[in-house]
């Protein structure tokens, strides 16, 4: 029976790799080194040779299912998945590139199914990936104490909204705009209050500069621009 149990979770460990990224399946231990190969498209590579960040979520879960075992080896053992208790996880975003910090929640879902997993959390990509009822944002007041912020009870909960918008409206934090950014648009409002022609021009130089190819912020500027008379292509 434990032998079985064994078994199980070393299965639910190889097949990780795969539900992390389905183009990389784990291949085999070497015997003799005891290294780690992995199947990809393009061929076998040793595990240290993969990301950085997809080796720290496997780390995480691999460490999880470890520790698991070991708390029930004196109990008959215990299939990982049929798990019931607590996972408290800190800074599970710590050091995972934005594109694994979604796919981690995911795997430890598949993994630990039945488990309740508390994970501590500042990564609004992590915060559109998981449902509305799985957060609880928290805030701390005036004077101090912590509270739990109010969530708007939504559907879909925030995967359609962008980062921005969570860390403002539900990370509370006040800007998320650089102070050379804020200085810049607001040197640009103040002069075109003013009607001062060489001030505009100066303030749109410089954020001409700064903002995003794509920023819808640009057409509005080249329409207050228009009204002195020039046209930015």
Not at 149 to 167: A, K
């Amino acid at each position: 029976m434990l032998f079985s149990l064994q078994k199980n979770n070393f299965n639910l460990a190889t097949e990780c790799f795969g539900i992390l990224d389905e183009n990389i399946r784990f291949s085999r231990v070497k015997s003799e080194t005891f290294d780690i190969i992995i199947n990809t498209p393009n061929g076998e590579i040793y595990f240290e040779y993969l990301s950085s960040g997809f080796k720290s979520c496997i780390y995480i879960i691999h460490g999880i299912i470890k520790e698991i075992e070991y708390r029930f080896k004196n109990d008959g053992g215990i299939n990982v998945q049929d798990y019931e208790g607590i996972v408290l996880i800190d800074e599970l975003d710590l050091h995972l590139h934005p594109q694994w910090q979604a796919r981690m929640i995911y795997l430890l879902k598949r993994v630990i199914p039945k488990a309740q997993i508390i994970a501590i959390t500042h990564s609004p990509h992590m915060v559109q990936a998981a449902e509305i009822n799985e957060l609880i944002a928290l805030g701390v007041n005036e004077s101090g104490s912590v509270y739990v912020r109010q969530l708007p009870n939504v559907q879909y909960g925030f995967q359609g909204w962008t980062v921005e918008e969570i860390l403002e409206d539900v990370k509370g934090l006040v800007e998320t705009r650089s102070p050379m950014y804020i200085e810049a648009i607001t040197e640009f409002e103040k002069s075109i209050e003013v009607e001062n022609e060489e001030e505009i021009f100066e303030a749109y130089r410089k954020l001409d500069l700064m903002l995003h190819p794509s920023n819808p912020l640009r057409k509005l500027i080249k329409l207050q621009l228009a009204q002195f008379g020039r046209i930015i292509k």
